[in-house]
């Protein structure tokens, strides 16, 4: 990376940390609130009449999968308002009259998304132990998979807010498609314990991959081989990466 | 490198998807270091032209080099030298002005600390320092403007774009705003500027190109252009009264009312010969003043004409 593009990942990402920071209250507590309630209804009160899943006591078994979701949630949301707010403000145009490569311009909104992912993940696992008796299994793995996971729902992010015309359009995803596939991603139930038609629909779910792989480094188990979690991350990542900088260099949405 | 022109554009071709065709062959050169007009009626092609070149619109066929370095293969370095004032504001209101200037250096690899020395110079200069920590929302639409200019020198490009830049901004900011792009001009900076006012376009800049419907349709020196207005009108404010315009040999004289006349001077004619007629009729003229400024008629004239086929040359 040379000095211009250094320079300029770094102005983009502080730029997104400390939109952050200003607008914490609707960047960093609303997942906590809801993420502490999920633990309590979902973990203690319904959890304890539930029982295990996979040998596992309910309140532990979902906190992996909730976790993912709000990590999930938040990288998308973050790049999708930010970049977008950029675009209907037109204030993107500071970016695209100067020097920046469109990558630095991608790897600094997507580290953003990637910083809220983290932050909110950390506060709910923070949360967590309030409920729970957790411990990683497998660190490397569980952080690998997290930051994977956050960096793919953050270039999905930018997606959308490319494609975006008004701010309607940055939340018929996540309301209509985010939020479904991460419920039916085995958040709250083992992919086992479906009809097996149903699991073979579940298995076309990219999400259910990343929750697994997330699970089993926290866990020590879950219903699919990392064998195969690993690589589909994988795919998503450099596919959506190739998708996104194609975007930008040919300035759809960005360039009339 | 260093004697090519700021500004080189070649049968520069863009067509939108709507099939509005706004720049039908558009070739043009600004001299480095020149202070240059771009003039044309709304919807003529200047924002489509100055877009392509501050790579805000793509476009379909030409070619355009900024100081040698071309928008196809050397478009980072052609960006580089370039700064742009766009004619809407377009920074984000939640910002405070000296993170949004010290965040456009950083988009152009300036670090951080001379970003915030250059932030501080230009700030200060365009009388925006005591402002530095407000909201951007909360300024004066007079203050967005000289902002967006702070924002487009805190990376000292070579050549300066301003797109109609004093629109809306009262005249003793418009002033300052104006001594302080001159100044820049001085040092080295080449300015084009587009703007309705066409008073500043002729005090101002010393070559100018006149677009409209996609195709220039005049490049010129100022000089030159203005050289080639053939008659000029002026009101005269008379001392006494009069009931009927006097007849006064190769003047043409209209009397607006009893105290005013509007005269035609053709080129050539001295003003001599006037007052020497009117003083001859015993009437006084208490001041005198164009009827409109000279650029103005010229530039109404060049486009009702639809003259325009032919572009007349390059600037000088």
Known sequence: MNSLSWVAFKTIFLKEISRIMRIWGQTLVPPAITMSLYFLIFGNLIGGRIGDMNGIRYIEFIVPGLVMMSVIQNAYGNVASSFFGSKFGRYVEELLVSPTPAWVMLAGYVSGGVARGLMVGAIVMLISMFFSDLSLAHPILTIFTVILTAIVFSLAGFVNAVYAKKFDDISIIPTFILTPLTYLGGVFYAVSLLPPFWQKVTYLNPILYMVEAFRYGILGQSDVSLSIALPVICVFTLGLTYFCLSLIERGVGLRS | ?316
């Open chain 2, 1 to 316: 490198m260093s004697h090519a022109p700021a500004l080189a554009i070649r049968g520069l071709k863009k067509t939108y998807g709507n099939g509005v065709s706004a720049l039908k062959g558009v070739d043009l050169t600004v001299q480095a270091g020149d202070f240059f007009a771009l003039l044309g009626p709304n919807g003529a092609g200047k924002s489509t032209l100055i877009g392509i070149v501050s790579s805000l619109v793509n476009f379909n066929e030409g070619d355009v080099d900024v100081f040698g370095l071309s928008l196809r293969n050397q478009r980072a370095q052609a960006k580089q030298q370039l700064g742009l004032v766009p004619q809407e504001f377009n920074f984000n209101q939640f910002e405070k002005p000296f993170d949004i200037c010290v965040n456009s250096a950083g988009y152009y690899g300036v670090s951080r600390e001379l970003a915030k020395a250059r932030t501080e110079k230009y700030l200060t200069e365009l009388q925006l320092w005591d402002k530095r920590d407000v909201a951007s929302r909360t300024l004066s639409g007079g203050m967005k403007r000289r902002l967006m200019i702070a924002r487009a020198m805190v990376h000292e490009p070579r050549l300066l774009i301003l797109d109609e830049p004093t629109a809306g901004v009262d005249i003793e900011i418009r002033r300052s705003l104006w001594k302080f792009v001159q100044q820049i001009n001085t040092q080295g900076t080449t300015v084009i500027l587009t703007t309705h006012y066409l008073e500043e376009a002729e005090s101002l800049c010393r070559n100018i190109a006149i677009i409209d419907k996609g195709q220039i349709v005049e490049n010129t020196s100022m000089r030159a252009l203005l050289d080639k207005l053939d008659k000029e009108a002026f009101i005269l404010d008379l001392a006494t009264p009069l009931t009927e315009a006097p007849i006064i040999h190769g003047f043409t004289v209209q009397l607006l009312d009893a105290q005013t006349l509007e005269v035609e001077i053709p080129k050539g004619s001295e003003l001599n010969g006037l007052f020497g007629a009117l003083s001859g009729a015993g009437i006084g003229v208490r001041s005198l003043r164009n009827k409109s400024n000279r650029l103005e008629e010229l530039f109404v004239r060049l486009v009702d004409q639809g003259k325009l086929a032919k572009p007349t040359g390059a600037a000088a």
